[in-house]
C-alpha cells in the first residue's frame, strides 16, 4: 500500500517539476506549481504530520494569488 | 534510505537549477522556480522529527515571498 | 500485485490522478489544463481521505480541497480577464 503512494506521489512531483520548467507562460507555470503541490501534500500526511498538511494547504492557494497579482495580464487598464 | 529525503534532494536540485538558468529572464519566473526550491528544501526538513521548524519555515517562505512581489512590482522593469 | 478488495478505491484515484497529469502535459490551450487540473484536484482529495486511518485526515482533506478550488479558479479568472473587466 504504501509502496504505491509513493511511487504516485513521487511520479506527480516530477511530472510537475518538468511542467514548470518547460512552459513559457507565467500561468502555465503557475498550473505546473498547483500539479506539485497535490505531488507533496499527500506525502506530508502519510508522514504523520496532519497539521503541518493543514498549514500548506491553506498558504498554497494564498501565495498563488499573490503571485497572480504581479503577473495579472491588464488588457485596457489605465 | 528514506525515500522522501531523495525526493526532496531531487526537487531541491532541480530548482536550484532551474532559477540559476531559467529559459527567460524574467523576474516572474526566477520567483516561481524559487518556490520551486523551497517546496523540495521542505521535504528534505519532513524527513528529519522537528514539527516546529517545518511549520515556522513554511510560514516564512509565504511572507518572503509576498515581500519579493510587493519588491518586484514597483521596482523598474527587467533587462 | 496483490488482489485486494479494500485497495481497489485507492488504486482508481491513483491512476485518474496520472491521467490528468498527462492530459494536463500535452494540452496546448491554458483553458482546458484548468479543467483537467480540477479533476487531479479532486483525485488527490481522494487520495488523502483514503491514505491512513485516522479522524484528523477528514480535516486536511477538506482544507485542501477549498484551497486548490480556490486556487485553480483564481487562476482561471485572471486569466478570463478579471473580475472588473466584465
Request: charged share 15%.
Amino acid at each position: 500500500m504504501n509502496e504505491f503512494y509513493i511511487a504516485i506521489l513521487s511520479l506527480i512531483a516530477l511530472l510537475g517539476v518538468i511542467s514548470v520548467y518547460f512552459k513559457k507562460s507565467p500561468f502555465d507555470k503557475l498550473i505546473g506549481l498547483a500539479i506539485m503541490m497535490g505531488g507533496v501534500i499527500p506525502l506530508i500526511v502519510i508522514k504523520g504530520y496532519l497539521d503541518v498538511a493543514i498549514l500548506v494547504a491553506i498558504i498554497m492557494p494564498l501565495t498563488t494569488i499573490f503571485i497572480l497579482q504581479a503577473t495579472g495580464r491588464n488588457t485596457d487598464e489605465s | 534510505m528514506n525515500p522522501e529525503l531523495i525526493l526532496g534532494f531531487i526537487i531541491l536540485l532541480a530548482g536550484v537549477a532551474a532559477t540559476a538558468f531559467p529559459r527567460e529572464r524574467d523576474y516572474i519566473s526566477r520567483l516561481i522556480h524559487v518556490e520551486i526550491a523551497a517546496t523540495g528544501l521542505m521535504l528534505v526538513m519532513l524527513a528529519y522529527n522537528e514539527t516546529i521548524a517545518l511549520l515556522t519555515f513554511v510560514a516564512v517562505t509565504a511572507i518572503a515571498t509576498i515581500v519579493l512581489i510587493r519588491v518586484i512590482e514597483r521596482g523598474e522593469p527587467c533587462d | 500485485m496483490i488482489y485486494d478488495a479494500a485497495m481497489i478505491p485507492t488504486y482508481i484515484c491513483g491512476i485518474v490522478a496520472v491521467y490528468a497529469v498527462i492530459r494536463i502535459l500535452t494540452e496546448k490551450k491554458t483553458l482546458k489544463k484548468l479543467v483537467f487540473l480540477n479533476v487531479m484536484n479532486f483525485a488527490i482529495t481522494g487520495l488523502i481521505v483514503l491514505s491512513i486511518p485516522d479522524i484528523m485526515v477528514l480535516l486536511a482533506g477538506i482544507a485542501y480541497f477549498v484551497g486548490s478550488t480556490l486556487e485553480a479558479n483564481a487562476i482561471a479568472s485572471t486569466y478570463a480577464g478579471g473580475v472588473a473587466n466584465e
